[in-house]
Structures are given as structure tokens and as C-alpha cells.
């Protein structure tokens, strides 16, 4: 159950731009002017002018922004009617396109008095257009979701004319253990064990050691690999428990002395004893 203030803000698509537009860093949302059905038949002939001015001369597009058509809870993305490209030069064909979007809510038998109209300044220059969901909407699985479309027009994704469609998994940053390291993550961990063979085989390639064979340096690379983690992660266990960032002042940034060893503080007693056994076998 989603609490009521989130609710609040997530009422309609102007609800939930207005929103955006504040939380955003990279991304842009044009400018938004909106109005209830109500507002219209009360004064279209103030709407009509108060749009002109913020938008003479450009382009705008005339929205939907019925009530819950974009909520928390669901989204009827193409169910109402939008309309682009409109001159804010000709009043007629402003106050023409306003009649079509409400009309079309009395067309799904939504006769809300408090559904919106949203009007935007139309984008220009479009190369690729669609919709991103964070999650897979049939069943919320840890996905990226990208419907999109290489064309000017920047509705035929929602209106499910087009839909070409790219699934990215997002769990591939996942924390390790959170608690003792935030930053670790599976990824960098399998890519750190999977690179600790580099060294080992390059050796075993241009420098070999007398009584070593590959099996030998691969299983240097796994010490290396596996216990090496183990190190790291112990030594940030401990900083963890002391309610410390670094161990030290002397390296900074690089989170003291100690992290320049931890990994080490494992591998090397266990890849001595690897030796050990070794020359003794041999």
C-alpha cells in the first residue's frame, strides 16, 4: 500500500510531469501548463489566452491528463487523445484541438470534472522516441524496459503502433553485502576473480617458474581471486565495527594503509601453504 502523499502527486500525467520536473537532473520536461475540464467551460477564453503567451509562437501539444490515467497504481498510456504539432498562431485550432481532448473523455464515458488537459511546447528534431519502465509490467521482474521507435513522431510507441523492444537485466550492480561493504558488488567481484588469472597465466606464459605447471598458476589465480575478496572484505567488517571510513591518514582516498594490504592479510598465508605442500609433494 503506497502512502497517501505519494498518491497525491501521481493523480494524472501533468500530476506526475510537475513532479518530475523538480526531481530530475539529466533528463528535461518541457514546460507545462494544465487545466481542468472544469476550468475550461468556466473561461476557455482565459486558457486560450494565457497559453498563447507562455508558448506564442511555437508549436505546443495538446495532452490527456485524465485523472488516474498515469497513477502509482496504473497507467492507460493511449487510451485518450493527444494532438501535436498545434500553431499557438491560430486561436481556433487551439480551442478546436482542447474541445477534441475532452471530447474523447466523454467518448470513454469519463465525464470526471477534474480530468486535465495538459499542453506542452511540441518537441522538435526527434531521432528516437518510446517509454522506459524500470520493471517488466506483466509480472515486476528486475528489468529494464525499453519500447521505442527511430521516428518523428513521438506517439506511435503509446498508441501500439510500434514497438520495438530491448529487456536489460539491473541486478548486476547487486551489493555483495551491503552492510559490511556498500560499494562491493557481484559484478566488480566476478570481474576481480575472473582478472586474478591474468597475472599467474602471463607468468606461466613468458616467465615460467622450474616445477610449476598450468594447473599450479591456476590455482595461484583462484588464492588470489577468492581469497583475496576475502581479505577486502573482512578488512572493511572491521572498520565496519570500529565506525571508521579509513585506517589510516596517510593515504588519502585510498581508505588508509591497511586497504592497500587487506587483500593480501588472506592470500598470503594460504598461498604459503599451497607452496609449502607443493615442495613437500615434490
Keep these: 500500500m503506497y502512502p497517501n502523499k505519494i498518491n497525491k502527486k501521481f493523480k494524472s500525467k501533468a500530476d506526475t510531469l510537475t513532479f518530475l520536473q523538480k526531481k530530475l537532473i539529466r533528463g528535461k520536461v518541457e514546460e507545462i ?7 475550461w467551460k468556466i473561461d476557455k477564453k482565459q486558457i486560450i489566452r494565457k497559453t498563447i503567451d507562455k508558448f506564442y509562437p511555437d508549436e505546443i501539444i495538446v495532452r490527456s491528463s485524465a485523472r488516474g490515467e498515469d497513477s502509482v497504481d496504473t497507467t492507460e498510456a493511449g487510451k485518450y487523445k493527444s494532438i501535436q504539432n498545434i500553431s499557438t498562431q491560430i486561436k481556433k485550432n487551439l480551442e478546436n484541438s482542447v474541445n477534441e481532448v475532452i471530447l474523447a473523455y466523454t467518448e470513454k464515458e469519463n465525464e470526471n470534472q477534474e480530468n486535465q488537459v495538459l499542453i506542452q511546447r511540441q518537441t522538435t528534431d526527434v531521432i528516437t522516441n518510446g517509454v522506459v519502465f524500470t520493471r517488466t509490467p506483466d509480472n515486476g521482474s528486475p528489468y529494464y524496459v525499453i519500447n521505442f521507435s527511430d ?3 513521438t506517439d506511435n510507441v503509446t498508441k501500439g503502433e510500434i514497438s520495438n523492444l530491448i529487456k536489460i537485466f ?3 550492480e547487486k551489493k555483495i553485502i551491503p552492510r559490511v561493504s556498500p560499494n562491493k558488488t557481484w559484478l566488480g567481484s566476478i570481474c576481480g576473480f ?8 602471463i607468468f606461466h606464459s613468458y616467465y615460467p617458474i622450474e616445477g ?3 594447473f599450479d598458476y591456476l590455482l595461484c589465480g583462484f588464492i588470489f581471486g577468492l581469497f583475496g575478496q576475502l581479505g577486502d572484505l573482512f578488512e572493511s567488517l572491521l572498520k565496519r565495527e570500529v565506525n571508521i571510513k579509513d585506517t589510516s591518514n596517510i593515504l588519502h582516498g585510498h581508505g588508509g594503509v591497511l586497504d592497500r594490504f587487506d587483500s593480501l592479510s588472506f592470500a598470503s598465508p594460504v598461498l ?7 615442495y613437500y609433494i615434490s
Design 151 to 153: 521516428s518523428k513522431e
Design 194 to 201: 575472473i582478472g586474478s588469472f591474468i597475472v599467474p597465466l
Design 272 to 278: 604459503l601453504i599451497f607452496l609449502i605442500i607443493k
Design 33 to 39: 501548463f494544465s487545466f481542468t475540464v472544469l476550468d
Design 170 to 172: 539491473r541486478n548486476c
Design 212 to 214: 610449476f605447471l598450468l
